[in-house]
């Protein structure tokens, strides 16, 4: 059984490198890359760099059991609709409050947890889970007024929200059947590519990537810095802690977008900025507070 601390700590890893995802993805942006352009360079850099790896290192990695199959394809499923469900919301209720919709992973991920995995649902993930998402409230401002909301721009993102808890279980049910975590990235990498690139102009990608050597430094750090290692990390902590506590650390991603928007592109830092990433930082103290583990919080044990 892996070390839960060692777990949460590569989670954390994770959710604190994504949170500076957001360097890479505006200058794709200001170089005239939708979100599905900038989503397909992500994958298949992160792809191309997996499948060195496992050639160099050991191809039989490359091996799984035909009836896991529809496993690895739901998570590369789940990843793609986070994405497109995401990009909707933020382009119909803003980005801060589909941040905040999106943050409600957390619930959708612990009520999973208790029915995949029959994982145990205590008060303190309870009070975690409440105390982060009101941080991520707070920090991202919708308390400073975010405009109209659109019904059904509140609906995908809680679709968003839904798929982040989905894309989180069925990553750790491709782990759990004894697959490496490189086989399980490779695979999830090689479906979403493959849905992404028939709707992402790829020539235009070609274009843009081959005649800028800024855009292809980027695409790079986009793909190995900001994807490969972060889902790593983030595969690591998942073979350690359940779905509902990754949920709930993954909070640290607002907090460190929220700090990076200030400290680099000058963006307000108010009170209610302040004290939400304060709350959210509280919320993952609480939530790996005396923390030993999934196996602790089973049903019937402990």
Not at 103 to 112: I, R
Not at 192 to 221: H, K, R, Y
Request: glycine share 8%; charged share 10%; net charge neutral.
């Amino acid at each position: 059984m892996p070390d839960p601390k060692l777990c949460a700590v590569s989670t954390a890893s994770c959710a604190v490198i994504w949170g500076f995802i957001g360097i890479c993805t505006k200058t794709l942006s200001d170089a005239g890359m939708d979100s599905v352009q900038i989503n397909t360079i992500r994958s298949t850099v992160c792809l191309i760099a997996i499948t060195v790896v496992l050639l160099a290192v050991n191809r039989k990695l490359f091996s799984i059991r035909a009836k896991d199959l529809w496993i690895l394809i739901l998570t590369a499923v789940t990843k793609v609709m986070i994405d497109v469900l995401y990009i909707h919301a933020q382009t119909t209720i803003g980005l801060s409050m589909a941040g905040v919709l999106l943050s409600t992973n957390c619930y959708f991920a612990l009520a999973l947890s208790y029915l995949l995995f029959r994982d145990r649902i205590p008060a303190r993930r309870i009070l975690a889970a409440a105390i982060g998402f009101s941080g991520c409230a707070l920090a991202v401002g919708v308390f400073s007024g975010v405009g109209e909301l659109e019904v059904l721009g509140i609906c995908v993102g809680l679709g968003a929200g839904l798929g982040e808890a989905l894309h989180a279980a069925t990553f750790k049910l491709s782990i759990e059947r004894n697959y490496s975590e490189s086989t399980v990235l490779f695979y999830v990498f090689l479906f979403s590519t493959a849905m992404l690139i028939p709707f992402s102009n790829p020539s235009e990608i070609i274009s843009a990537v081959s005649g800028d050597p800024q855009i292809l430094a980027v695409s790079l750090a986009i793909g190995l810095v900001f994807t490969a290692l972060p889902y790593y990390l983030y595969s690591k902590g998942l073979e350690g802690l359940d779905i509902g506590t990754v949920s709930i650390i993954m909070f640290l991603e607002t907090a460190t977008a929220s700090i990076l928007g200030f400290a680099v592109f000058g963006e307000p830092l108010t009170i209610f900025t302040a004290v939400g990433i304060a709350m959210i930082f509280v919320s993952v103290v609480i939530m790996n507070y005396g923390n030993n583990g999934r196996n602790n919080e089973r049903r019937g044990t402990g």
